[in-house]
């Protein structure tokens, strides 16, 4: 399988666990304290899951700077990879949807899951008949 797939598959898997812990502590029938080691672990993923992509990319980066390093060789002259900019942009029709951080954005994603989780453990122990509709 291909790195970049690999790479993916975290913040993939880390949503759909998110989706499970998240219906685990929303559900009305759950146990107190099991809603509560839901939303503790929902936080624990949600942290963990920004840790590796953030890992992720800080190699990503350390091998692109080797990859600039290796082309500012002189007997490499000639041979580039990172020649785009701005004109690719405008040929591949980039929008700014497709300009925005992927990374940024998954980031503020697992953010705001992490925080819903904090809402149900903070509403189980404060305020638990907010959670059950009662």
Partial sequence: MEK????WQTPALAVTAQA???TIG????TARF???I?????VVVAYMTCQLMAKHRY???LDEWKLRELEGDSRLSGLSTHAYGD???EYAGATRLTKSKSYAVWQTGL???GLAHLLVLTLTVVWPAGLTGD
Wanted: charged share 25%; glycine share 8%.
């Fill in 34 to 36: 099991a809603r509560g």
């Fill in 26 to 29: 929303l559900d009305p029938d």
């Fill in 38 to 42: 839901a939303s503790v672990l929902g």
């Fill in 87 to 89: 004109a690719a942009d």
């Fill in 4 to 7: 970049d797939a690999l790479v």
């Fill in 59 to 61: 190699l990503r980066r």
């Fill in 20 to 22: 499970f812990l998240l």
């Fill in 111 to 113: 953010v705001l899951i």
